[in-house]
């Protein structure tokens, strides 16, 4: 009896250390959150700030060549004249860049939806992997410190956890976005390590959160592109009346040098809450903890999910991609790339910073052989 009663014991005492460590991991994870998110605010103000000052800057030239010109000789002031439309050029060119970013989301900003996704492997009798845990309930590490897996484990399931873009192209709620998006391990060389040992992805979830709605929509599969980064989504809209996108079915809206307007969630929540007051962001991490599915219903239900423009210029347009530099993150990946006239020539996938800091879409005429095999999304 009494081995029995210090057995119980013992283990009691184990799963009070578990609690105890799994509560001081979640204040870890929610602090190292609320500093993204911080961070994503310090980064939006700096931007703002950055684009006022060139504007002030540019307004700033213009009044002082005016001025000059008002006192120069003929010669000189034919020069000043000429720098003078260059700087209303670019003072113009700017203003017109923001206002295409402006007139893109207040027209399609609720047909440009946040898509939010989860899966975890398991093996073939269909059993998840699950954190190794040792005698005492913390988790089993590799000789690289990171945490062992296996379907034998005895620890929580492992589940991976990721947002990304999508966009309305048919009102019947069929959504255009990336393949790495509906299917997030395609051409992932981990996910090829775990098939060698017998395990598969499986998907868990795969939503659409649309601004202004408070509930997500489930998204079901209804083409990959053989090669192209490009997939299509349907969603049952119930009802709802939101806006498509036009895409460029001619080919010839993608030109080098043209301005261009990305419109998606880069950075993920991290970024929306950095625009949400700071009430909102503790109400949300307090009521959903660091699930992103949880906190991004929390933040549906509160309204702040909402989408956000970069504008930049197409550097380069090729067969396989539209090379463009407005700015993106991880969580853009399925934004519509617009130019000036409005219209989608691309579907943004990848950036790469060691690249002249450019970014990348798929050219539309990939996505347009699904649109034409799609079925009408069941209402």
């Keep these: 009896a009494a081995g029995l009663s210090h057995n119980r014991a013992r283990r009691l005492r184990i799963e009070v250390e578990q609690l105890q460590e799994s509560l001081r991991q979640a204040a870890r994870d929610r602090e190292r959150f609320a500093a993204r998110v911080a961070e994503e605010r310090t980064r939006d103000e700096a931007d703002r700030a950055a684009f006022a000052s060139q504007l002030e800057e540019l ?18 002031a034919r020069t000043l004249r000429v720098e003078l439309q260059a700087a209303r050029d670019r003072l113009a060119a700017l203003e017109s860049e923001r206002a295409a970013g402006e007139r893109v989301v207040r027209e399609f900003g609720a047909a440009i939806c946040m898509i939010q996704g989860a899966y975890r492997f398991q093996d073939a009798e269909g059993r998840p992997l699950r954190l190794r845990l040792d005698e005492s309930g913390a988790p089993v590490k590799d000789a690289d410190g990171d945490p062992l897996l296996d379907p034998e484990g005895t620890g929580p399931i492992h589940e991976v956890e990721y947002v990304g873009t999508g966009f309305l192209v048919d009102r019947r709620g069929l959504v255009l976005t990336n393949r790495h998006v509906a299917e997030p391990w395609w051409k992932d060389d981990q996910v090829q390590a775990l ?3 017998g395990l598969r992805p499986r998907l868990t ?8 709605q408070k509930a997500p929509f489930d998204l079901a599969l209804e083409g990959l ?60 991490l307090e009521s959903a903890g660091m699930s992103t599915g949880r906190v991004t219903e929390a933040m549906a239900e509160r309204g702040p999910v909402r989408p956000s423009t970069t504008q ?4 380069d347009v090729t ?11 991880q969580g ?10 409005g219209v989608v020539i691309g579907v943004s996938y990848a950036v790469l910073s060691h690249f002249g800091g450019n970014s990348f879409a798929v050219p539309i005429r990939h996505a347009l052989p699904l649109l034409a095999r799609a079925q009408p999304a069941k209402r």
């Design 59 to 76: 307004r700033g030239q213009e009044q002082a060549l005016y001025a000059r010109l008002a006192d120069a000789a003929s010669a000189e």
């Design 195 to 197: 098939a060698e040992r």
């Design 205 to 212: 979830a795969l939503r659409a959160f649309f601004p202004r």
């Design 225 to 284: 592109a053989e090669r192209a980064d490009v997939a299509l989504l349907s969603c049952d809209l119930r009802g709802l009346r939101l806006p498509a996108l036009p895409l460029d079915r001619s080919g010839r809206g993608a030109v080098a040098g043209q301005a261009v307007v990305l419109v998606g969630y880069p950075a993920g929540i991290e970024a929306m809450l950095a625009k949400a007051d700071s009430d909102v962001v503790r109400a949300v």
């Design 312 to 315: 930049g210029h197409i550097a």
């Design 319 to 329: 067969e396989t991609d539209v090379v463009f530099d407005a700015p993106t993150t």
């Design 332 to 341: 853009g990946s399925g934004g519509p790339l617009l130019n000036r006239n």
